[in-house]
């Protein structure tokens, strides 16, 4: 009965979606209150639904409902009740489902703090809300329903794909869908300006923190993915330029270079149409993203194969968002643009710059990423690109970014001051020189080391001038503003990833070796000893366990048991054993047994000395903290008397622009 | 010239300085780094003579894994329908690397063998990369599968 009901409840959710994104948008355009009402009640409603759906699929995976497909393929009686949960979303069909969930989450909140938002404005953000999730819902009913039957009910199901049985990824999906589904709010705020034709730049100081908010979700989806690709993946990678990495990473590209042009925008009312342009880009790569992780185009690089329908759906939506958005852009975008102007040294400028590196580098990562499909669909044979392309020019178009990365506090809007510019430099230069000539007494001349010390001082220099310049010219409690401080965050947190990345990729010790038990291999500095393998057992897996002890000048380290893992339907998996520490790792990863029959003997093992690569991703992290800090800013929380000072001009500018 | 045609001017110039210098190293690094799928009887008959490193597709062929007995180097055939081409490879083999398992190996030939320098097999044991199965259809019969041009039409 749940997997009816569950049926029931997303037709209900989709019926109210369609309320939810038709009723309002022609309220807002008639100026009918009783329409542009019906948007919140709507949205509740189908929050309702949805999170009623949602909890039903999880109520199934819980008590076994084998009936169901989808439960009887990604679970079975042997999988932990916390994995049953996460198998909620370890496949197609669920994840569509955590997808509208998500997007609905982002609605109620809308919904709930849009209150004091002028009410045509109001009502138009969530009717685009409404759109997104009529075409979700349409497309979970209609081609990837989750709550299908399978008769007759088999009496145990199959399995949880045994890379997401990990912790790392019971919360992954959901946070890099927080981003993903994030930007939706922004690309709605876009759209109702361009729909209303708002004169004000008010409007992007609403969708302001919403973006911060949904930038640091993907910041966070991004890290904890490529921790999970180290840690679980098994072969100590953190990045690989895999399409589905990629898929994460170019909403996060445009994200940050949206996240900076609103800033713009609202401060000085420039690039408004950019601002709009690129939130329109965040959240069509978004889709994109979801899409070509999920629904199979890319492991089987260029088929929509599996269910035509559904291939055939998606392209439909994306052009239907992608092409309807472009569309009203170019037909309104004229009238939304405008604001001061600015000089060639000035912080827009700079923050331009980086927009472009940042929507080049996007550019760049799609053309590699979508060119199996171009070179399928133009005949030139079965071609992959491979991670040095994307290698070679992803530092280039950053080292801008870079360089300028301590200047932009300093630089003034409209016009910077060439002199204190001049200030900063030379001193983040001496800094930098001074660290990378010490640097380059421990690394042995690596160039990649030294490079990497010397950009993270760089910009961590700029960071902390600015600190120093604020905690002395400005009165206590006035120094650093929420929004400054996500700023600064943010900022060093480039520069401690910067250390992680360029350190542990020029620094680390990697060998794949065959040990025989009681034989020692030596990896920077640290004596690894194998002492041989025997077999364990968990809830649905048995495992070849292998112990490797770690002496450093004979002193004890650690005692790592790496795994290799089988799981019940005779997947394998590799579960390495880490041993962390702030300036290294240490990392075994067991291969396999020379012999098949002798697991006692020697085997391949793959030994790493990984130095600061801890760093990366408490940088990413201090980035994905500066967004959240941003988002707090006083200035974000609308307030009743302020707004009433913008929204009346802007009022009647609709109305004025509805008579005509 | 008045401030917004300078900014303008500026803004283009950027965009299309920027753009210049990206489509230039993109081309560039695109041709060092796009890599062809082959299976062995396309290898065989020349097709890939062309190209320094690509990757070679197929089947790994039963009972031809052999490992040495002091170091990390295997041998092993790779087949399809109609050829079959031997591998080196020295490293750790990937968790589902078995007889008949589909793979793509990544390297370069070394007279009439192929050195591998990565070896993928793909995580689900069910699985073979629709590229693979269109390449091997395709050494095979010389023709596309019929699903090669479900993605709308192509030949």
Sequence with gaps: MTPELGQIALILALLLALAQSILPIVGAWKNNSAMMAVARPAAFGQGFFVVMAFVLLVWAFLHFDFSVQYVADNSNLALPWYYRITAVWGAHEGSMLLWIFILNVWTLALALFSGQLPEAFAARVLGVLGIISVGFLAFILFTSDPFGRLIPMPPDGGDLNPVLQDPGMTFHPPVIYMGYVGFSVAFAFSIAALLGGELEQAWVRWARPWTNIAWAFLTCGIVAGSWWAYAELGWGGWWFWDPVENASFMPW?????????????????SLRAWTILLSIFAFSLSLLGTFLVRSGVLTSVHSFASDPRRGLFILCFLIVVVGGSLLLYALRAPKVAGGKPFAVVSRESAILVGNLMFTVAAAMVLLGTLFPLIGDALNLGKISVGPPYFGLLFPLLMLPIVLLLPFGPYLRWGKGEPQILKRVMLRALLAAVACAIVAAFFVDGKLKAIAGVAAAVWVAVGVLLYVVKRWREMPRGRRYPAEMAGMLFAHAGVAIFLIGVLLSESLSATSDVRMAPGETKTIGGYDFRFDGVRETQGPNWRADQGTVTVT????PVAVMQPQKRTYTREQIQTESAIYPGLTRDLYVALGEPMDKQHIDGAWALRLYYKPFIRW???????????????????????????????????????????RT | MNPTRKRRLIVVLL??????????????ALQQNMNYLFTPSQVQSGAASNHKTFRLGGMVKAGSIQRSKTSLLATFTVVDADGAMPVEYTGILPDLFRDNQSVIATGHMDNAHFVATEVLAKHDETYMPKELKDAMAKAHKDKPMPEGSDAGGSP
Aim: aromatic fraction near 6%.
């Design chain 1, 552 to 555: 450093r000048d004979g002193k």
């Design chain 2, 15 to 28: 965009v299309v300085a920027a753009a210049t210098v990206a489509v230039g190293l993109g081309v560039f």
């Design chain 1, 616 to 658: 990366l991703w408490f940088g990413g992290l201090m980035m994905m903290l500066g967004g959240f800090v941003s988002a707090c800013d006083r200035r974000f929380r609308i307030r009743r008397t302020a707004i009433v000072d913008v929204a009346e001009p802007m009022r009647t500018s609709v109305l004025a622009e509805n």
């Design chain 1, 253 to 269: 590209l445009v994200g940050t270079a949206l996240i900076h042009a609103q800033a713009v925008t609202e401060k000085r009312g």
